[in-house]
Antibody, heavy 123, light 109 residues
Framework: EVQLVESGGGLVQPGRSLRLSCTASGFTFGDYAMSWFRQAPGKGLEWVGFIRSKAYGGTTEYAASVNGRFTISRDESKSIAYLQMNSLKTEDTAVYYC??????????????WGQGTLVTVSS | QSVLTQPPSASGTPGQRVTISCSGGSSNIGSNTVNWYQQLPGTAPKLLIFGNNHRPSGVPDRFSGSKSGTSASLAISGLQSEDEADYYCAAWDDSLNGVFGGGTKLTVL
């Protein structure tokens, strides 16, 4: 059974950093690209970024709103995808989800999602 | 303001067929495939349609997707009470960004 479990969320002050983890199981992690999404309270979905599989270089793309502040990486040996968030702003407050990309040509198509982890940026 | 445009709400009665539209541009829907998500309150989104009109395993064939030019649609036939949820369209953009619609709240009357 495919499972994705996010962890690492919490309350953080503006300007500080936080690292989220997405632990995968039930599939060959290295074969898939992984995307991160977020949803601010009461708002719609927003794509944050994604990391390609190692076969495609493990390169990354980011939304303009987080580019230069957020970094996605992956540890194939542990089947974990990470979202490193630096210089956090109040507008980054959201539930963050990781997702397995069903089609590497469309990183916004996630067929399995985690349960989400809440990040609250506030002083 | 979302890049893709969806109606904020839609409604139907049980058994009815409902469609939700999604309008974009030449750099997203016009040149890339469309995905549709269903989100029940308090839960993670669920992929309903990928690649314009493909259903992941386990998604009932009551759900179907289509695309024409820079617009796409999600159709739900045989509407059921459990279909009451928020629905989002999404597409990759040639600027190497993922874009979403603002979401449509479907009410089953």
């Amino acid at each position: 059974e495919v499972q994705l479990v996010e962890s690492g969320g919490g309350l953080v002050q503006p300007g500080r950093s936080l690292r989220l983890s997405c632990t995968a199981s039930g599939f060959t992690f290295g074969d898939y690209a992984m995307s991160w999404f977020r949803q601010a309270p009461g708002k719609g979905l927003e794509w944050v970024g994604f990391i390609r599989s190692k076969a495609y270089g493990g390169t990354t793309e980011y939304a303009a709103s987080v580019n230069g502040r957020f970094t996605i990486s992956r540890d194939e040996s542990k089947s974990i995808a990470y979202l490193q968030m630096n210089s956090l702003k109040t507008e980054d407050t959201a539930v963050y989800y990781c997702s397995r990309v069903i089609d590497s040509g469309s990183p916004i198509g996630g067929d399995y999602w985690g349960q989400g982890t809440l990040v609250t940026v506030s002083s | 303001q979302s890049v893709l445009t969806q109606p904020p709400s839609a409604s139907g009665t049980p058994g009815q067929r409902v469609t939700i539209s999604c309008s974009g541009g030449s750099s997203n829907i016009g040149s890339n495939t469309v995905n549709w998500y269903q989100q029940l309150p308090g839960t993670a989104p669920k992929l309903l349609i990928f690649g314009n009109n493909h259903r992941p395993s386990g998604v009932p064939d009551r759900f179907s997707g289509s695309k024409s030019g820079t617009s796409a649609s999600l159709a739900i036939s045989g509407l059921q009470s459990e279909d009451e949820a928020d629905y989002y369209c999404a597409a990759w953009d040639d600027s190497l960004n993922g874009v979403f619609g603002g979401g449509t709240k479907l009410t089953v009357l």
